[in-house]
């Protein structure tokens, strides 16, 4: 069973940069994109940022110009970053990673990881 694991949350001034690792216990082959979402206390589960196979990248408005998402390029490992800069208390939830494959006869497979907390204090 393929599993995701997150790393890199942790406690944080406002102002201040956390970077985020997802990396799969082995190479996921077809995947179609990668994803970050949060979830924050009481809220439901955001997505943040995501990466296609073409590089093709998406945020949600409230984190453009602060947050930056890659994936690895090796080709040796499935991993997606979130380097996030400028962070707000409205930044602080637990951060999920996913992978996404979509094939025409099987459907859509997501893998998810078990989330990092990231507490942005003041």
């Known amino acids: 069973q393929v599993q995701l694991a997150e790393s890199g949350g942790g406690l944080v001034q406002a102002g201040g940069s956390l970077r985020l690792s997802c990396v799969a216990s082995?190479?996921?082959?077809?995947?179609?994109?990668m994803r970050w979402y949060r979830q924050a206390p009481g809220k439901q589960r955001e997505l943040v940022a995501s990466?296609?196979?073409?590089?093709?990248?998406?945020?949600v408005d409230s984190v453009k110009g602060r947050f930056t998402i890659s994936r690895d390029n090796t080709k040796t490992k499935t991993a997606v970053y979130l380097e996030m800069n400028s962070l707000k208390l409205d930044d602080t939830a637990v951060y999920y990673c996913n992978a996404r494959i979509l094939n025409h006869f099987t459907g859509t497979t997501d893998y998810w990881g078990q989330g990092t907390q990231v507490t942005v204090s003041s």
């Open positions: 990466i296609t196979q073409n590089g093709r990248i998406n945020y």
């Open positions: 082995e190479i996921i082959f077809g995947v179609n994109s």
